[in-house]
């Protein structure tokens, strides 16, 4: 199974700044079906990005994805005081599905 | 509106029995997969399975295989996945999900089992 290491752990940013968060994989991702979700404490999670690359209904566009094979990248070009979650990336284009072991955005 | 809606939060002994239940409404409920994601306290997201409920093809992660059963009734839009022997380990937030090409995109608001004597 594909294991996905997602970097850093945490990332302490302001309001403001932009985000990078890492997810890379230890084989070549197929399709380049990746997906990035969102999760707030006491929420189910919400996707934000699929294919790598592509926004998700209603999702707002200072968030994109990029990336193909085994590395790919969430940015958050800046961060409004509801981005701070806890951010996983997905792969489903090899079975089984895996997710990466989330990356915390907090507040500096 | 599309949606999937989860049964409520389950306390259980360990050895006890459970089934619990996800509802699609909104769209056609046969041709997406349902997604079962597993949250235990303070921790991240582990993808147990998918079952298709238009003909049940069912999928599971090496780690859930033989743990759990998923299942689906088309006729009544519901997905399940049961426990036939309830531990300590399986106390936890469970998620459903619409699945499909575009990965996870209709989540449910999840279940709570708590398992404890």
């Known amino acids: 199974e594909i294991v996905l290491t997602q970097s850093p752990g945490t990332l302490s940013l302001s309001p403001g700044e932009r985000a990078t968060l890492s997810c890379r994989a230890s084989?070549?991702?197929?399709?380049?079906?990746l997906a990035w979700f969102q999760q707030k404490p006491g929420q189910a999670p919400r996707l934000l990005i699929h294919g790598a690359s592509s926004r998700a209904t209603g999702i707002p566009d200072r968030f994109s994805g990029s990336g193909s094979g085994t590395d790919f990248t969430l940015t958050i070009s800046r961060l409004e005081p509801e981005d701070f979650a806890v951010y996983y990336c997905q792969q489903y284009g090899n079975s089984p599905t895996t997710f990466g072991g989330g990356t915390k955005v907090e507040i500096k | 509106e599309v949606q999937v809606v989860q049964s409520g939060a389950e306390v259980k002994k360990p050895g006890e029995s459970l089934k619990i239940s996800c509802k699609g409404s909104?769209?056609?409920?046969?041709?997406?997969?349902i997604a079962w994601v597993r949250q235990m306290p303070g921790k991240g997201l582990e993808w147990m399975g998918t079952?298709?409920?238009?003909?049940?093809?069912?999928i599971y992660s090496p780690s859930f295989q033989g743990q759990v059963t998923m299942s689906a009734d088309k006729s009544i839009s519901t997905a399940y996945l049961q426990w036939s022997s309830l531990k300590a380990s399986d106390t936890a937030m469970y998620y459903c999900?619409?699945?499909?090409?575009?990965?996870?995109?209709?989540w449910g608001q999840g279940t709570m089992v708590t398992v404890s004597s």
């Open positions: 909104g769209y056609s409920f046969t041709t997406y997969w």
């Open positions: 079952i298709y409920p238009g003909d049940s093809d069912t």
């Open positions: 999900a619409r699945a499909g090409l575009y990965s996870s995109d209709i």
């Open positions: 084989q070549s991702v197929s399709g380049s079906y």
